[in-house]
């Protein structure tokens, strides 16, 4: 049997449902053009959203693998039985055990790019390794299950696939505009609903960095499409990866990585965000929870940004733009490695220090995510790291604080850039060093272990 190719199974799939355009972005892009390439991907939204539909080869494990073959997924799963219809047509239907009830993940649900083309989509015919999909507006939003309309059976989609995010809910993210104020906050009167589409955004850029792209320095591009449309309804400012509403709360991203299996993310070799944004590296991004502006200590002095370029506002960001000056209060800190039970398995802790009057030396012990796996260079494990207070709340005498760990960009030490993010809950007392203390042993010290005075910092 000849292979077939999806090209093939596309163009028959529009001559037999009677649509006379295709366009496919490998052949309708100069994939070896910069400049070409920049524009038309500015254009995802209305391409995919002006589409009569889109035929998503869900199935096919590459661009090289049609998706019309035999679709039985084998005898020891399911079986197909022949079945008169009640016009007496003679039909066949799919006899199988249902399981945990869940769908498995697709070949396409691993692949970056193609979170655009289903949540962009107005109409979708998709076909999977079990059954052919319609999606629309109406099955996303009339009580559906989460696949829409299927000739097959019906399964749910699982939390931890990597598709759990089916569709942009364009009423949710409209709602925003009116939750922000003049001054591009989100009012507190207003904030249950504006935390929605928030925490919206956040699930499709955890579900979109989940997926692989063939190219890292894509990873801005990727999702700019989404971005765009995002920014047009909401009204909101888009900043490399952060909405400005909310900035406080997305500089706290962090990398998710399990401590019983670690997956090692190199830093990129090739430059794709400024540092403070999750852009700059690669691997599966989560988020805290949006905090309402009493929360937010760090003042935003001024953050700029420039797109690589000007045809394409919400990709790439140039090289050396994105510095973020904010005043805040810091505290020098040391970075440390714990071994867990596991052996060759260790978490990373942060010893924060402060000073007292007289002049002794107080710590506290917080949590830290790195954003990469790598050696500390010189000059930090000379001079330690800073780390940089963005949220707190009080708990009675109990205070939770979240920000940056930096380290300095230049032996200089003019600028930062941004090695993770830590995590503290606990006493406002710090506790003494034993060593430091005349009888040896680590007493308390009544003391706020970040400095009184904010100060002033630039990160890239």
């Keep these: 049997m000849r292979p077939r190719f999806p090209i093939q199974d596309a163009a028959t799939i529009c001559q037999r449902i009677g ?3 295709l366009w496919i972005d490998a052949l309708c892009i100069i994939q070896d053009d910069p400049n070409d390439k920049s524009i038309e991907i500015s254009k995802m939204p209305s391409i995919y959203g002006g589409a009569t539909v889109t035929i998503v080869a869900a199935r096919s494990p590459s661009a090289a693998d049609g998706f019309l073959g035999e679709r039985l997924p084998g005898l020891k799963e399911a079986a197909v ?6 016009d007496g047509e003679l039909g066949f239907i799919t006899l199988t055990r249902i399981g945990n009830g869940f769908e498995p993940a697709e070949p396409i649900d691993e692949r970056g790019w193609t979170l655009q083309e289903r949540l962009l989509s107005c109409r979708i015919i998709e076909f999977g390794s079990r059954q052919t999909r319609w999606i629309c507006p109406e099955t996303r939003s009339s009580g559906f299950s989460n696949e829409g309309l299927t000739d097959g059976w019906s399964r749910d989609v699982n939390y931890s696939n990597k598709r759990r995010t089916e569709g942009l809910d364009l009423d949710l993210i409209r709602a925003a505009k009116s939750t922000i104020d003049f001054y591009g906050r989100p009012r507190n009167s207003q904030f249950k609903e504006y935390l929605k589409a928030m925490e919206h955004w956040e699930k499709i850029c955890e579900s979109f960095t989940e997926r692989a792209l063939t190219v890292s320095s894509d990873r801005a591009v990727g999702i700019s499409g989404i971005a765009q449309l995002f920014a047009e309804f909401s009204g909101d400012q888009y900043i490399a990866g952060l909405w400005k509403s909310c900035f406080h709360s997305g500089l706290l991203w962090k990398i998710e990585r399990s401590y019983i299996d670690p997956k090692t993310q190199p830093r990129p070799t090739t430059y794709q965000g400024p540092s403070w944004s999750w852009l700059s590296v690669n691997g599966p991004v989560s988020f805290d929870r949006v905090r309402r502006p009493s929360e937010c200590v760090a003042e935003i002095l001024s953050c700029e ?15 050396g733009s994105g510095r973020l000056v904010l005043a805040a209060h810091t505290a020098p800190a040391v970075r440390q490695k714990v071994p867990l039970r596991s052996p060759g398995k260790f978490k990373d ?4 220090m402060g000073f007292g009057v007289p002049r002794k030396v107080c710590y506290a012990v917080a949590e830290m995510h790195v ?16 780390v940089v207070e963005i949220c707190r709340s009080t708990h009675g005498d109990k205070i939770s604080c979240q920000g940056l760990v930096l380290r300095w960009s230049t032996p200089e030490r003019k600028t930062y850039s941004r090695v993770g993010r830590f995590s503290y809950y606990g006493d406002r007392k710090g506790k003494l060093f034993p060593e430091l203390t005349e009888d040896g042993e680590p007493g308390e010290m009544d003391y706020d272990w970040f400095t009184d005075e904010p100060r002033v910092i630039e990160i890239i």
Excluded: K, S, W
């Design 19 to 21: 649509i006379h355009y």
């Design 81 to 86: 039985v022949p079945y008169r219809c009640l």
């Design 305 to 319: 940004t420039e797109p690589a370029e000007e045809t394409a506002q919400y990709g790439l960001v140039r090289e």
């Design 349 to 352: 802790e942060l010893m924060i």
């Design 371 to 386: 954003d990469v796996e790598e050696e500390m260079d010189e000059v930090e494990t000379v001079a330690g790291c800073l």
